[in-house]
């Protein structure tokens, strides 16, 4: 949630009106609920494979286990109950993103056709990584152009980038460590199991050195300047919450690592939201 609202807020360099951002959030926590779900619905004949593999499949701490994870593979939930969940909020979420501006919607329905390609890709090629940071990046472009139809292409790419390359180095790529183990067994083609932990280790950090670089960037691109507290903010916020916990599973490689650095690093977005507010 934080990422498409510090995303909006950089562009804009002022709060929006209220109403659009009361529906802004509206829009954004339905859309994301939809696409977070939507994968377990499509996963789930794979995720029940990874299960009945691995019995504590999902008992490891990281915060997709906050309360269950994957409850329609576990049983605890119908899949025509969770199917509807899925439309129900994806039609809200259309609703607003049409309401904020009609390539909001676009971009919502492209976010989920590549979230069901990305699914479907599980034992096809450790590749469909890309996707994941395609899907997770849709939501900040989504907002920045709900407050402002003709953004620059140039703060776009660079915000894009930025944003794909943190997904990729502090949540995809340790997400998919941890599950190591499990995904071997089903023969699912991840980063980690295709590089192994070396390999896994340097696209991490090539991928963290690359979404600090364009952190700082966009500091020089923006055509309403930034006070001088947001480089420090965003180089201190990068190296906590992503270079700390990568330097760490460097240090140990176990997937227990691996979910801490996942976990530190959702909450990278929420730093950076805190940083350009008080910038």
């Not at 915000?159 to 599950?179: A, R, T």
């Not at 340097?202 to 960037?217: K, Q, R």
């Not at 997937?255 to 950076?272: C, D, G, K, V």
């Amino acid at each position: 949630m934080a990422t498409p609202a510090f995303s909006a807020l950089l562009w804009l360099g002022a709060f929006p009106p209220a109403e659009v951002m009361i529906l802004g959030l509206i829009t954004a926590f339905s859309g994301y609920t939809a696409v977070y779900a939507l994968n377990d619905v499509i996963d789930y004949r794979a995720d029940q494979e990874k299960i009945r593999t691995s019995p504590l499949f999902g008992s490891k701490q990281d915060l997709d286990n906050v309360y269950v994870r994957h409850p329609l593979a576990r049983g605890m939930l119908r899949y025509g109950k969770g199917l509807s969940w899925v439309v129900a909020w994806a039609a809200l979420a259309m609703v607003g993103a049409y309401l904020l501006n009609p390539v909001c919607t676009l971009i919502f329905l492209i976010a989920c056709l590549l979230e069901a390609v990305y699914c479907r890709l599980l034992k096809i090629t450790h590749l469909r990584g890309i996707i994941s940071g395609a899907v997770k990046t849709s939501g900040a472009v989504a907002a920045v152009l709900a407050v402002d139809p003709g953004p620059d292409i140039l703060f776009l790419i660079v915000l894009f980038l930025w944003l794909f390359s943190w997904e990729i180095g502090g949540q995809n790529i340790p997400n998919d460590w941890g599950d190591m183990e499990e995904d071997r067994k089903i023969q699912a083609k991840t980063i980690p199991v295709f590089f192994g932990h070396r390999g896994s280790l340097l696209i991490i950090f090539i991928s963290l050195f690359i979404a600090l670089t364009m952190s700082l960037i966009i500091y020089w691109i923006l055509p309403r300047g930034l006070g001088t507290l947001y480089p420090v903010g965003a180089f201190l916020s990068a190296g906590y919450f992503l270079f700390l916990p990568g330097y760490r599973l460097y240090r140990t490689q176990t997937a227990e690592e691996a979910f801490n650095m996942f976990n530190r690093a959702s909450y990278y977005p929420l730093a950076m939201l805190l940083v350009i507010l008080v910038s």
